[in-house]
């Protein structure tokens, strides 16, 4: 959910205490779901634990491009040396188009797996299915297109990591489970943790679920040095836990 003048929230905390003060970790916020609530509404929505509403997603980052100044280019992105994309309708690596629009990945490279080379893991065949849906042809991977093996250019790679994350539409960040092969929650496979929920009297109530950052705070990938910099290095952010994704531009925080 967004913030938006003029909208209602209805929302309440249970907790163990007689008289609880503050929203803490040990306690629950339940909302009332209102069966008139729309995209623009300030008020709790169920979250489908199998799937991301990509309705809801487009919105936010519709908001973000045709709203914010602060996060659109300060010019023209001209392709960099030798940088290359995997192409999500082809799956396949190859050079970047000349000013193409592209998204990138921060993730945990973690341990190598046994799994064939000629096969994505899943966080990047997650990554093609996001990319595709928000409308975009081009991902942009450092494990896939720098070439790991060519000391000379993937040294140039990394001293451009910064244009390459800052230039991108959106990065879409990982931040659930420990490596590559966990995927994207509620993207394939990886279904997310359940929306707690009950009703009283024909009134549903749906768990609120805790502020991104504790998720961020606990996860593998705040950890890493690099993937911390890939993420403040990006105009707008695409977060991915194990309860719901986010969204996180330099304006505007938006949460499912």
């Known amino acids: 959910m967004h913030h938006k ?17 503050t929203v803490s970790r040990d306690n629950i916020v339940l909302g009332i779901i209102h069966p008139d609530a729309n995209l623009d509404d300030f008020t ?27 996060c659109h280019l300060r010019e023209a992105a001209k392709n960099l040396p030798d940088l290359k994309m995997i192409d999500c ?6 050079a970047a188009p000349d000013r193409c629009d592209y998204v990138a990945l921060s993730y945990v490279w973690g341990l190598v797996s046994n799994q064939s080379d000629s096969t994505w893991p899943l966080v990047v065949e ?3 299915s996001v990319t595709r849906s928000l409308g975009f042809r081009y991902l942009w991977v450092d494990r896939y297109c720098i070439d790991q093996d060519e000391s000379e250019s993937k040294m140039t790679q990394i001293a451009q990591m910064n244009r390459i994350y800052s230039n991108a539409q959106t990065t879409i960040v990982a931040a659930a489970g420990n490596g590559p092969y966990y995927g994207l ?13 009950f009703e009283i009297d024909g009134i549903i109530l749906a768990e609120v679920f805790p502020d991104t950052r504790q998720a ?9 040095a690099w993937t911390y ?8 952010r695409l977060i991915f836990t194990d309860r719901q994704v986010s969204f996180v531009c330099n304006t505007m925080f938006c949460a499912e």
């Not at 003048?5 to 003060?21: C, D, I, L, N, Q």
């Not at 961020?216 to 890493?224: E, M, Q, V």
Request: glycine share 4%; charged share 30%; proline share 5%.
């Open 5 to 21: 003048s003029g909208t209602k929230r209805t929302a309440f905390v249970v907790s163990a205490e007689s008289r609880p003060r």
């Open 44 to 70: 709790p929505r169920l979250i489908s634990p199998d799937k991301i509403d990509y309705d809801v997603v487009l919105e936010w980052f519709s908001l973000c491009q045709n709203l914010h100044h602060d």
């Open 89 to 94: 309708t082809t799956k396949g690596v190859v």
């Open 126 to 128: 997650d990554s093609i």
């Open 185 to 197: 929650p509620g993207v394939s496979s990886r279904t997310r943790k359940r929306q707690g929920t």
């Open 216 to 224: 961020l705070d606990a996860s593998t990938w705040i950890s890493r």
């Open 229 to 236: 910099q890939e993420s403040f290095l990006s105009r707008r």
